[in-house]
């Protein structure tokens, strides 16, 4: 999945309870923790909140039932950085691939063998 709104994400889906950084963590004190998808995307996915024990994920859940943490909202710097910064509002009917480029959009150089165009 690519592109800044996924809610659909979930963490629940990519965390190992045997990761060597949840041992690091019980080390240096951290009991409990919200995971999150990462940051590039503006809506990233469904948080997780659990105890940092267990073997597997369900043991591991702090919330029981369908719901499973909360929802990551990026809204700094990060999302302009993986998908640049939009300079008009969201068009959802926007296909995400650049628009065509017109003649009008042509720059002319004059060399001294000629006029070069280039896109």
Do not use: W
């Amino acid at each position: 999945m690519t592109g800044p709104i996924q809610p659909g994400l979930r963490a629940i889906d990519a965390i190992d309870p045997n990761d060597p950084g949840i041992k690091m963590a019980l080390a240096g004190g951290v009991t409990t923790a919200n995971i999150m998808p990462g940051s590039g995307n503006a809506i990233g996915g469904q948080t997780l909140y659990v105890k940092l024990r267990g073997a597997f994920i369900e043991a591991m859940r702090v919330l029981t039932g369908q719901v499973l943490g909360g929802i990551k909202f990026a809204n700094g710097e990060n999302p302009k950085g993986a998908y640049g910064a939009r300079t008009r509002p969201h068009d959802p009917h926007e296909t995400g691939r650049p628009a065509a480029r017109t003649n009008s959009s042509r720059r002319r150089h004059t060399s001294g063998s000629g006029t070069i165009t280039t896109n």
